[in-house]
């Protein structure tokens, strides 16, 4: 099972960006999706996460900011970032609950990790 994420770069504070992230592999089902951010010298943080059934959870400070989504059938993630102050800089990761095959056994859940992806946001 992989988790590939992408979409972060360098932006204005007050511009958007988009995340998007993809599950990949031997799944048989995602419960949750979400992101986590980690800024330099912090804790990893919740920003915020999805239900398979589309319930949604966001950290305060994203909260009428940072809107989460999610395709089912692509097993895909996003995450529409608006309005971003400097302060939401950080490296964001992407997270999965799943449950997978292996060989042929189920397994899970499990929690799978994207590789990070970058965004920076200048004032």
Same mark, same amino acid.
């Given at each position: 099972?992989?988790?590939?994420?992408? *979409?972060?770069?360098?932006?204005? &504070?007050?511009?958007?960006?988009?995340?998007?992230?993809?599950?990949?592999?031997?799944?048989? /089902?995602?419960?949750?999706?979400?992101?986590?951010?980690?800024?330099?010298?912090?804790?990893?943080?919740?920003? &915020?996460?999805?239900?398979?059934?589309?319930?949604?959870?966001?950290?305060?400070?994203?909260?009428?900011?940072?809107?989460?989504?999610?395709?089912? &059938?692509?097993?895909?993630?996003?995450?529409?970032?608006?309005?971003?102050?400097? /302060?939401?800089? &950080?490296?964001?990761?992407?997270?999965?609950?799943?449950?997978?095959?292996? *060989?042929?056994?189920?397994? *899970?859940?499990?929690?799978?990790?994207?590789?990070?992806?970058?965004?920076?946001?200048?004032?």
């Amino acid at each position: 099972v992989q988790l590939q994420a992408s *979409g972060g770069g360098l932006v204005q &504070a007050g511009g958007s960006l988009r995340l998007s992230c993809t599950a990949s592999g031997s799944i048989l /089902e995602i419960n949750a999706m979400g992101w986590y951010r980690q800024a330099p010298g912090k804790q990893r943080e919740l920003v &915020a996460e999805i239900t398979k059934v589309g319930d949604t959870n966001y950290a305060d400070s994203v909260k009428g900011r940072f809107t989460i989504s999610r395709d089912n &059938a692509k097993n895909t993630v996003h995450l529409q970032m608006n309005s971003l102050k400097p /302060e939401d800089t &950080a490296v964001y990761y992407c997270h999965a609950e799943l449950r997978f095959l292996y *060989g042929f056994s189920p397994r *899970g859940p499990t929690d799978y990790w994207g590789q990070g992806t970058l965004v920076t946001v200048s004032s």
